[in-house]
């Protein structure tokens, strides 16, 4: 079974201010991939990105960035100069293992990141 | 392209009663899972379905079930609602090669009173 840990349940930024949300996850799988999710006030899970768990290669997307630590068990998210837009709540979740049947996501509490102009 | 459409996006149903959500994933999906949403416990699984067959299921009663269509649409039962069953019900679709990653609809807003 796989556990996420998003210790900071709200954040509050003013726009243009970088922000990085923390998450820590639990896994006795070897090979794994995981996720960032965002969830508007509309209710959607919208995807922001995804990480295979044997390439620790950290990557920029446009204003988006991640941290992944495999020997840590943590995968951070950083938004780049912050926009209102970007207030939403964030969730991490791990899943699914490779090569098994095993295909859920499992999602962390998720951390409410609200931006102020 | 079009998303993942979940209907109703709102119902309101007395306890008791019995009640049918339906999610119709991206055209080429075929798997669909479906999450639980609430204040309290989170984003929580349910199942997921693949070519018509349940893979895999989460850690909730037998009232949950759930099936999938030749088409890949998809719905989920309650019976015998429960007020805790009052939630936001997620569906999410994705392609043959999960990695790839899971669409998900707008969700259907259950209240149980």
């Known amino acids: 079974a796989q556990k996420v840990t998003q210790a900071q349940t709200e954040i509050s930024v003013v726009e243009k201010e970088d922000v990085t949300l923390d998450c820590v996850y639990e896994?006795?799988?070897?090979?794994?991939?995981l996720f960032w999710y965002k969830q508007p006030p509309s209710g959607e899970l919208v995807f922001l990105i995804r990480?295979?768990?044997?390439?620790?290669q950290n990557e920029i997307s446009g204003r988006y960035s991640w941290n992944f630590q495999k020997s840590t068990s943590s995968f951070n998210f950083t938004i780049t100069a912050s926009q209102v837009v970007d207030s939403a709540v964030y969730f991490c979740?791990?899943?699914?293992?490779?090569?098994?049947?095993?295909?859920?996501?499992?999602f962390g509490k998720g951390t409410m990141l609200l931006v102020s102009p | 392209k079009a998303g993942v459409t979940q209907t109703p996006r709102y119902l309101i149903k007395t306890r008791g009663q019995q009640v049918t959500l339906s999610c119709s994933p991206i055209?080429?999906?075929?798997?669909v899972s479906w999450y639980q949403q609430t204040p309290g416990q989170g984003l929580q699984f349910l199942f997921e379905?693949?070519?018509?067959?349940?893979?895999n299921k989460g850690n909730f009663p037998g009232r949950f079930s759930g099936r999938q269509f030749s088409n890949s649409r998809s719905e989920m039962n309650v019976s015998t609602l429960e007020l805790g069953d009052s939630a936001l019900y997620l569906c999410?679709?994705?392609?043959?090669?999960?990695?790839?990653?899971?669409?998900f609809g707008s969700g259907t807003r259950l209240t149980v009173v």
């Open positions: 379905y693949f070519s018509e067959t349940q893979r």
């Open positions: 896994t006795r799988d070897t090979t794994y991939y």
């Open positions: 979740a791990p899943g699914p293992v490779m090569n098994s049947g095993y295909s859920t996501l499992t």
């Open positions: 999410a679709s994705s392609q043959s090669d999960r990695a790839r990653g899971y669409t």
């Open positions: 990480r295979n768990s044997f390439d620790e």
């Open positions: 055209s080429g999906h075929r798997s």
